[in-house]
């Protein structure tokens, strides 16, 4: 009985402001939306695995996807896409662009996708937190 009050009080007071911001601001940065919405730990374990996974996939010579020429490279896209400013950075450096050489490039990949949809879902848990959703 006092949880549902405790809830009924909470989410007036989470919903006031601009409520995407956590959300834009985690698929920007790793771990930004947790960190506006004040759960450090969970930013900074979130932040350290996203990055960790993206820095290893490109140390592995893994391949960011540019185009889209059928459906699996579609997935590979909307996957490296979930990375951000991380994917956009990259891709303006030119990393992640060439052709596999050698045979960690395919794990690497892999990573890099993983890491862009780990991202994506953090986004949307940080944006889950602040219209008070979760708790």
Do not use: E
Request: hydrophobic share 50%; aromatic share 8%.
């Amino acid at each position: 009985m006092a949880t549902q009050n405790t809830n009924a009080a909470v989410r007036p007071h989470s919903q006031q402001g601009f409520v995407y911001l956590p959300l834009i601001a985690g698929w920007l940065v790793p771990g930004a939306g947790h960190f506006l919405v004040r759960k450090w730990g969970r930013g900074a374990l979130l932040s350290a695995s996203i990055l960790g996974m993206f820095v290893l996939g490109i140390a592995m010579q893994g391949k960011l996807y540019g185009g889209a020429h059928d459906i699996l490279d579609m997935l590979g896209l909307a996957g490296d896409l979930g990375n951000g400013l991380l994917y956009i950075v990259s891709r303006a450096l030119g990393l992640g662009v060439d052709q596999a050489q050698v045979t960690t490039a395919d794990y690497g990949t892999r990573f890099i996708v993983v890491a862009g949809l780990l991202n994506v879902i953090a986004a949307v848990d940080a944006h889950n937190l602040r219209t008070g959703r979760k708790v």
